[in-house]
């Protein structure tokens, strides 16, 4: 069974259809890489899945429960989007950082305020406190900052920020790991840090879904590449097959215009 | 001289620094009410709010102190002040909170649309309630970014209450004109450094607190 059905997503910004009957499973521990120019609807497919848009119609789902479904309103409702949210975990293309916390506090804040909803909290508060530190510190270490948790967003380079940016998510264990862009806010130097996370994190099986541009690393790291234009899936498939031999002319035309720039 | 001083002090102290420290207890998270209305997704609130807001910040303080001390006597409300100096503190705090709290209500919605979207994207992709972004995420940037604008609201708050005067609640200047008829002019250069001293104290506490913020960006 896939971690993730996306069926007969629709999604329209007033009057102009961004996403028409996008549909595809995500299989555990596979990245999916979507490819496309800007306006092709990569970003807002990634921000449904987050639960930031709100499709006008179809339905996700993880793990066979349906998360969203437009057409029950009862999937909808406030309270429950949040717990839902985090079967996603979403790395940002301007990393979004909370800048008034350390990086440590970047990555744990959230578990923390998680953890105060559970009914042994006050029983175990500092058991609990001192995983959720620990688990951070892996996490740091894991992506090379270990020197860097009590350091100010501001204090780090982008490629550091983004790496906490990943830590953080991480740090929720999210059944599906997103990535709008992850390198694109980066200057070229510091975008080869970023990405030797996301290829570790691919080899060791996280399932994800990675909006790029760089398509070097689209073909190497993913499993599955889909290329997407005018809000619909114009291709999907195996990476060298859809970036090397592609079946579509839409897909010739976009990677041709790629390889001049 | 000295029993001069005692009145001065007194005068500063009960009325002006009393209007200034209510105005603010109630304006500041007044404000905050008329802030978050005037960006409410509800058409007529937003637009209702915006108003007041206009209406506030478009007319004298100094009008808005007589309207709101006469007005219920005068338009026989069955509403009315407390009798004697108590009375027209009150009135005076009502104007002025009204009026601070919509000066404020700008600083703030300045302030919250100024914070990127993605904060509190972040913080929702991360589960997190409207209240824990709220204050675990947009609060501290907020005040961050209002701290000056406030200051110097806050600022001109201190001499605002000067205002006052126009409904006999009798503040330090006042109290220093009363001297005029006896031929002294320095009780009214006197008051000055009231103001002066308690102005200065704002200013190095605003500049404390901003120092204090300059740990992140």
């Not at chain 2, 320095?186 to 104290?201: C, D, K, M, R, S």
């Amino acid at each position: 069974m896939p971690v993730l059905e996306v069926s007969h997503i629709e999604k329209h910004f007033g009057a102009t259809r961004v996403l028409e009957d996008i549909s595809f499973t995500l299989e555990e521990g596979q990245a999916l890489a979507i490819i496309g120019s800007s306006g092709s609807g990569k970003t807002t497919l990634l921000r449904c899945l987050n639960f930031l848009e709100r499709p006008d119609q179809g339905t996700i789902r993880v793990r066979g429960e349906t998360l969203f479904d437009a057409a029950d309103p009862a999937t909808q409702r406030e309270s429950e989007v949040r717990k839902k949210r985090l079967h996603f975990g979403m790395v940002f293309q301007s990393f979004n950082l909370f800048p008034q916390y350390t990086a440590r506090k970047n990555i744990t804040l959230a578990s923390e305020l998680l953890a105060q909803e559970r009914p042994d909290f006050k029983r175990d508060k500092r058991r609990i406190l001192e995983e959720i530190g620990d688990n951070a510190c892996r996490l740091l270490d894991q992506m090379g900052l270990a020197d860097r948790a009590d350091h100010y967003p501001h204090q780090l380079s982008g490629g550091q920020q983004q790496r906490v940016a990943i830590a953080r998510a991480l740090a929720l264990k999210p059944d599906i790991l997103c990535f709008d862009e992850p390198t694109s806010a980066l200057d070229p130097e510091l975008t080869g840090e970023v990405l030797k996370v996301i290829r570790t994190l691919a080899e060791q099986n996280t399932t994800m879904v990675i909006v790029t541009h760089e398509m070097a690393f689209a073909r190497d790291v993913a499993d599955q590449v889909m290329f997407m234009d005018g809000g619909v899936i114009v291709e999907q498939g195996d990476p060298t097959q859809v970036i090397e031999h592609p079946r579509e002319e839409r897909t010739r035309q976009f990677l041709s215009r790629y390889a001049e720039n | 001289m000295q029993a001069v001083f005692l009145r001065l002090t007194e005068a500063f102290l009960v009325n002006n620094v009393r209007l200034f420290v209510l105005t603010l207890v109630f304006a500041i998270p007044l404000g905050l009410l008329i802030s978050m209305g005037s960006m409410s997704r509800v058409k007529p609130l937003a637009w209702l709010i915006k108003t007041f807001v206009w209406i506030i910040r478009g007319t004298p303080l100094m009008l808005q102190i007589l309207i709101i001390y006469f007005g219920p006597g005068l338009m026989e409300m069955a509403f009315h002040w407390p009798r004697g100096s108590a009375g027209r503190m009150v009135a005076a705090v009502v104007a002025f909170a009204l009026n601070y709290a919509c000066y404020f209500s700008e600083i703030y919605r300045g302030g919250i649309q100024g914070i990127p979207p993605g904060q509190k994207e972040a913080g929702e992709v991360l589960g997190m309630t409207r209240g824990q972004i709220f204050f675990k995420v947009t609060l501290l940037q907020l005040v961050k970014r209002i701290l000056p604008p406030m200051g110097n609201e806050i600022i001109t708050l201190v001499k605002d209450t000067a205002l006052a005067n126009y409904i006999s609640v009798i503040d330090v200047i006042m109290t220093a004109k009363e001297y005029t008829s006896a031929g002294l002019i320095w009780p009214l250069f006197a008051t000055a450094i009231y103001f002066l001293a308690f102005v200065g104290i704002l200013t190095l506490l605003f500049g404390w607190a901003e120092k204090k913020l300059s740990y992140f960006k």
